[in-house]
């Protein structure tokens, strides 16, 4: 399977603690992006890689939210002290350059107790 | 600030008629639209796009139209069929800097295909 994959696909957590998720791109797309998604919303953008540079924060990610793609292949992001508001599906795409095209992965659906 | 708005939460549609979903955009900067269909518990897949430059792309059962003027586009399904229920995402690029951009969505629509 060649299209992107997340890891892992569920967490439950209690308020407080920290949580890290793993996305992989398709292996030749530079492009990295995190969105959230909750009920009766679309995606919402959090953050943009291009190779291993951030290069947009949404107002969304707040300072408890951090994401990094340390060698430009898999990227992580981390929730520190996380909330209940942060029950959210978290879902990473990619895309190669000159393209619109984004492929997302399958989610991480996060819990907050 | 909802830059792309899809007004109907949700659409059901007797299996092998034809399903319209509908689609509003407030930027007229917007010049690339797509449409994503979810399955629950899954990622968004993408299915079709359509450029500013056309008012209509075609892919199988699948059409997206565009009316600029009017700053709406739509996605007929012909026919529909059971499998091609899920929650359809209408998207457009929102530029971050020079050859970035973001995807801005709407709140999607369900369709239900009755077989």
């Known amino acids: 399977d060649t299209g992107v994959s997340q890891d892992p696909r569920h967490k439950i957590t209690k308020r407080g603690q920290n949580v890290t998720f793993r996305c992989d791109p398709i292996?030749?797309?530079?492009?990295l992006y995190w969105y959230r998604q909750t009920l009766g919303q679309g995606p919402e953008f959090l953050t943009y890689?291009?190779?291993?540079?951030?290069?947009?924060k949404s107002r969304l990610l707040s300072d408890r939210f951090s994401a990094e793609r340390p060698k430009g292949s898999f990227s992580t992001l981390e929730i520190q002290r996380t909330e209940q508001g942060d029950s959210a599906m978290y879902l990473c795409?990619?895309?190669?350059?000159?393209?619109?095209?984004?492929?997302f992965g399958p989610g991480t659906r996060l819990t907050v107790l | 600030d909802q830059q792309v708005k899809q007004n109907s939460p949700s659409l059901s549609v007797q299996e092998g008629r034809i399903s319209i979903l509908n689609c509003d955009y407030t930027?007229?900067?917007?010049?690339?639209f797509l449409w994503y269909k979810k399955y629950p518990a899954e990622g968004p897949t993408f299915l079709i796009s359509?450029?500013?430059?056309?008012d209509k792309n075609e892919d199988g059962r699948f059409t997206v139209f565009l009316n600029k003027s009017a700053k709406h586009l739509s996605l007929h399904i012909v026919p529909s069929q059971p499998g091609d229920s899920a929650v359809y995402f209408c998207?457009?690029?929102?530029?971050?800097?020079?050859?970035?951009?973001?995807?801005?969505f709407g709140k999607g629509t369900k369709l239900s295909v009755i077989p």
């Open positions: 795409a990619s895309r190669l350059a000159n393209y619109n095209e984004q492929f």
């Open positions: 292996s030749e797309h530079n492009r």
């Open positions: 890689f291009q190779n291993e540079a951030q290069l947009e």
């Open positions: 930027n007229s900067m917007f010049d690339y």
């Open positions: 359509i450029s500013s430059i056309k």
């Open positions: 998207a457009a690029p929102r530029q971050i800097s020079a050859g970035s951009y973001q995807l801005t």
